[in-house]
């Protein structure tokens, strides 16, 4: 490899890929960089890592690996999907990998998924490098828009039973995705019964991002609970996503035919138990850091 990938380093002959965290640095070395392109939101790699087998990356940011991206996709996807005793219209806004996609459709209720992705480089990269996670073919079931989410919001027509907000890192063309006014459309869209699901990043290290979501979630829906799970390929490990409900908030028994390897019916009711220092964090008053 003459060329030196956009986000890696070489050191000692190896190629590193660094998460800069403020304070904070996390590599992971590199193998072999399958496929790399400039698009016009982002850049976009697929590569393969020691640690987690192959990896998506955007703009040097570790998205999701073959080695524990089931651990994310599942719990974004089987919660709400839980909770809700029948969704049958499904709106997906961000997940261009497909794998929150590919487990909402192990539900055979689903009667159709919506997802809309801004970047089409990342649904066909992901197609070709990644159908552990975005599975070997399209559902017929699933529709994709590649268009920006809010603005998708604010013209589709409702009404879905289950959204969820499968959202990169809030920077670049993610940012709107985690704004009041974007929340604001979701609710319109969502059925009298419907309910909400959103990634709401590193309790530890975003604390903001998670007071932001919940202030903005909580003038909207009269259930608003938090939940956690660990994904090793993240910083810190732990990650938070938000249950948003205008009815329900039970985990109900998951079909024992649905096959998965992280979220059970005890493991999706037990993320809902939060530590302490993960409340005092993302509570409003919380500490910024």
Do not use: C
Request: net charge negative; no cysteine.
């Amino acid at each position: 490899m003459n060329r030196l990938p956009k986000h890696l380093t070489r050191l000692g002959g190896e190629l590193w890929l660094t998460d800069d965290e403020p304070g904070l640095l996390t590599s992971v070395r590199i193998t072999d960089v399958l496929f790399e392109a400039q698009s016009p939101f982002q850049h976009v790699m697929i590569a393969d890592t020691v640690p987690f087998g192959r990896a998506l990356i955007l703009d040097g940011i570790i998205q999701t690996t073959v080695a524990e991206g089931f651990i994310y996709n599942e719990m974004i996807a089987h919660v709400p999907l839980s909770v809700h005793p029948r969704a049958e219209r499904v709106l997906i806004i961000g997940g261009g990998d497909l794998g929150a996609a590919r487990e909402v459709l192990k539900y055979p209720f689903v009667r159709s998924v919506d997802l809309v992705e801004i970047d089409q480089t990342v649904v066909e990269a992901s197609r070709r490098y990644l159908p552990e996670i975005a599975g070997e073919a399209l559902d017929p079931r699933l529709r994709l828009h590649f268009e920006d989410g809010a603005r998708f919001a604010a013209r589709a027509d409702g009404p879905y039973d289950v959204i969820i907000v499968d959202a990169a890192d809030p920077i670049g063309p993610a940012t709107v995705l985690f704004e009041s006014p974007f929340y604001e459309a979701l609710a319109r869209l969502l059925a009298e019964d419907g309910l909400l699901v959103a990634q709401t990043d590193s309790p530890f290290h975003h604390p903001e991002t998670a007071r932001r979501t919940l202030r903005a979630l909580e003038t909207l829906f009269p259930i608003v609970r938090p939940y956690l799970a660990v994904v090793p390929s993240y910083p810190s490990g732990l990650w938070l996503f938000t249950l948003a409900s205008r009815r329900y908030e039970a985990v109900r028994p998951l079909d024992p035919g649905i096959r998965t390897r992280y979220a059970t019916t005890d493991v999706m009711r037990a993320a809902f138990a939060l530590p302490p220092y993960v409340v005092e964090r993302i509570r409003p008053e919380g500490p910024s850091g």
